[in-house]
């Protein structure tokens, strides 16, 4: 049973990162890149961290795990903020209808 819910947090994961890297090619503009990408990742990687802590049991393994996942979802929105932050400070101009794509 545990082993079946692990596959399910992998695979849930698996999807957060593959439609991370499609909006990563396929959106318009740096802003829409970064927060698709920025997104999709902590939750892939946080599911699939999550999956692996169940299949693991309890063990100091596991915990290292969690530690792990904790670190991910504090320090990627701060990461991804901050690049935002510095491309709207370099005069980086948001996509609008009826531009070309960059």
Same mark, same amino acid.
């Given at each position: 049973?545990?082993?079946?819910?692990?596959? /399910?947090? @992998?695979?849930?994961?698996?999807?957060?990162?593959? @439609?991370?890297?499609?909006?990563? /090619?396929?959106? %318009?503009?740096?802003?829409?890149?970064?927060?698709?990408?920025?997104?999709?990742?902590?939750?892939?990687?946080?599911?699939?961290?999550?999956?692996?802590?169940?299949?693991?049991?309890?063990?100091? /393994?596991? @915990?290292?795990?969690?530690?792990?996942?904790?670190?991910?979802?504090?320090?990627?929105?701060?990461? @991804?903020?901050? /690049?935002?932050?510095?491309?709207?400070?370099?005069?980086?101009? %948001?996509?609008?209808?009826?531009?070309?794509?960059?």
């Amino acid at each position: 049973m545990m082993n079946t819910l692990a596959s /399910i947090f @992998v695979v849930i994961g698996l999807f957060f990162m593959v @439609v991370g890297a499609l909006g990563l /090619i396929r959106l %318009p503009d740096f802003y829409t890149r970064v927060h698709a990408s920025g997104k999709c990742d902590t939750m892939g990687e946080g599911m699939m961290l999550l999956g692996f802590i169940l299949y693991e049991g309890t063990s100091l /393994i596991a @915990v290292k795990m969690f530690l792990l996942v904790l670190f991910i979802f504090i320090t990627s929105p701060t990461a @991804v903020h901050a /690049i935002m932050n510095v491309a709207h400070t370099c005069g980086t101009e %948001p996509w609008k209808i009826g531009d070309e794509r960059r």
